[in-house]
């Protein structure tokens, strides 16, 4: 086969692969759903500044509310509604959702056995609508509860290793679903004469205090009791006890000006009850802010854009395509730089401490680290390479955080061990040396492509650091700039970012042994992420070595990259989400 013509095919396959991922997408995301008129009509605005103490932690309604959602729907909205709004009419309107789809159900082959009883037991639902059910995983609570779901969820419960985790899920979505749930882990009302240890009262005293009648019917338990607990002074018991009843008579009549009114009063009313407590209100806003907007993940069409002028600069040359390419890779820079930024001063620390951060977080690593690059590079054929890199990796970052539903952006907690000075240094290291291994097959899949369309086998003959230092000290670069051999080019690339995430990930693993030996006893368990991890590195040691030894030095360079690439996203994807261990989401 001639070279032009397995270059084309190449290039026919990558934009098939490309349109397939694409189309997919598509096809499974969730249908835009118009919200009701009266969710359009309240203002859940002042909310934004209350504050919710939940696990030892200050956040935001806004944040509060989606983080409970996503137990309920998963990544679905309920009626396009807000989460915010999803909350409280589940709370304070339950019986219009007793019947509705609104439960997620993510195991499919939970979904098969739930929609199979169903059928058996001549269940009163429509075979379209177990249909939907099959495909989104929506189901609603009338359902799950009917005998036949109920028996099955029983037994799926008992295998501890396929299906008890989904059976748990259920449960725990109907549980969450609950008005009675919703209010008593609300909590809202800072303890009068309290401390920063004294746990906030929730929602249900107040419930209580305003409406003991529909708090009795909701299955709050001993109202006069929880009430007993407010110590407050009478004129603020009284003004929340009529926002709260207001927030409660106009949200079931669907009355918007009463139910805005009493929302204000409220927002207004908390924090005045102990100051001291209560948290800082631009914080909370500036929390609720990065979450309306998606945590910037949209960020990521500016990247794309990125690549589309940076791959014309590439191939083409044309001088005004560096520039244009560069100033956008640099306002999607900065656009993720003020996320990771405003991330950071939400959460109260760097954001490095669940998957979302680490992959959003390594992206960053991975532009900072290519802007220096540029401009080291930037009088020779090496220019554009690294930002085009980066930019890939850091829209395929941003396209998962926004479409990946197991990348979830609700800031929590750091778990006791990351509790630690090493969660700076071994985390960094580690995510940024992952970033910079993607980097590199990015590279080295443009000179796969080179070589499939006939390209020659030379290579960088100095190697992809000594390339750097030997142009950045004014020696004689050793490509014609005029008519660089784009083989020789992006090995170099590879190269420079191969050596570099080495070095990194083997300094990333000895950190994370010293972590190990502080915070588990043991520098070393053998735990599934710890094996693939030094798999990634072996790999790249193999690399450095067969670099030494084989002829066609390029294309096994090239060749290890992908695999490399491969074996570290293995470790980020499946060791996380589906092996069970220390390090893993599983």
Known sequence: MRP???????????VTAGVLVVGYYMQHRPPKVEPPKFAGEVDL???????VRRDGRDRSFDSHAKTFLKIVSGPHAINGQTPAFSYLDLMLNPAKYTDQDIIHVKNKLVRCKVSDALTKAGADVAPDRLKRFLKTGLISPRLLQHP?????RDELSKDLIKTAKSADAIDSALNVAEPATLAHVLNVVAPPEGDMLTPWLPATTIWSLADPQSAARAGLRDPAGLASQLNLDPKLTQ????????LSTGWRAEDAAKVNQAIATLAATLPTIEPKLYPDLKRLGWESTYFRFHGFTWVWTFYLLAVVFLLIAVVYRFSWARPVGLGIFVVAFVAQTASVGLRWYVSGRWPNANMFEAVTTAAWFGGLIALVFEVFVRKTPLRNIFALASAVASMTALMAGAFVPELEPTIGNKMAALNDIWIYIHTNVIIASYCLIFMAAVSALGYLRYRLGGGSAEVSRSGGAGTLVMNSVGGKFLIDDSKPNWGVVLDAVTMVLMELSFVLLWAGLVMGAIWADHSWGRPWGWDPKENFALCTFIL?????????????????TAVLAVAGCGVMLFNWIVINFIVSGLHSYA
């Open 239 to 246: 003004a929340l006890r009529d926002a709260w009843a207001d």
């Open 4 to 14: 032009k013509l397995r270059g084309r095919i190449a290039d026919v396959l990558a």
């Open 45 to 51: 605005t002042p909310l934004s500044k209350v504050a």
């Open 148 to 152: 036949a779901v109920q028996a099955v």
């Open 540 to 556: 790249f040691l193999l690399l450095v070595h067969v670099r030494i030894k084989v002829k066609d030095k390029g294309l096994w």
